[in-house]
Structures are given as structure tokens and as C-alpha cells.
């Protein structure tokens, strides 16, 4: 499995971005996906994660209401869409898969079997 993440760069404090990953192989209709950062001289943290069904996500409580995780099965990709940004969401952002149809939030990094390579968001004010 190989998860490639795209779609960062630089925005404006109040805007929008779109993260993408896409995945290989076969299993990504039966894995759980989450997003992760990591910003400069902090520990990675959970952003969201969605189920395979898409039907359920958990989001941390910083981008609750702003950030939007999707999924669409059939292109084997999970989206992040990100709104109402601000200059403390700028990190580098992985995505992670997990192998699991379990609905549990997956909070911890460790619980993840595949990571992308990150993607940088950077948000100026």
C-alpha cells in the first residue's frame, strides 16, 4: 500500500484548502483513513479519521466545525477539506490508513498501518 498526499501550499488566515490522498492496492474500501500534523518542534496529532463506510468520522476539537474529512471508495482517495483557516493549523499533514472496518476514532498515530509522505500547509495571517 502507498498513500500519496497532495493538494497543501500556502493559504490565507480565514480561507480554504483541500488535502487529497490516494491510495494503492485493494483494501482502501475496507480500511479506516485519518489525517494527522505535525508542526515544527511538535508532537504529530489526530486531525480526523473516517470509517470505510464514509457514514462515520471523528474530528479533534481545534477543527471541529472547519474541517471536513471524505471518501470516495470508487477513486480509493479521502479528502480533507479545510475551512476558516488559521495560522496555527500550519503543519505538515499526513494521511494514515488502517487496515480495519472498526468505527472507532483511531486516535492514536500509532494504531495506523500506512502513512503518506505529508503534505505542508502553510497559513498566513
Known amino acids: 500500500v502507498q498513500l500519496q498526499a497532495y493538494g497543501g501550499g500556502l493559504g490565507q488566515a480565514g480561507g480554504s484548502l483541500r488535502l487529497s490522498c490516494a491510495a494503492s492496492?485493494?483494501?482502501?474500501?475496507?480500511?479506516?483513513m485519518g489525517w494527522f500534523r505535525q508542526a515544527p518542534g511538535k508532537e504529530r496529532e489526530f486531525v480526523t479519521s473516517?470509517?470505510?463506510?464514509?457514514?462515520?468520522?471523528y474530528y479533534a476539537d481545534f477543527v471541529k466545525g472547519r474541517f471536513t474529512i471524505s471518501r470516495d471508495n470508487a477513486k480509493n482517495t479521502v479528502y480533507l477539506q479545510m475551512n476558516s483557516l488559521k495560522p496555527e493549523d500550519t503543519a505538515l499533514y499526513y494521511c494514515a490508513m488502517e487496515e480495519s472496518t472498526t468505527r472507532a476514532p483511531m486516535r492514536q498515530w500509532t494504531e495506523y498501518d500506512y502513512w503518506g509522505q505529508g503534505t505542508q500547509v502553510t497559513v498566513s495571517s
Open positions: 473516517i470509517a470505510w463506510s464514509g457514514t462515520t468520522a
Open positions: 492496492g485493494r483494501t482502501f474500501s475496507r480500511s479506516l
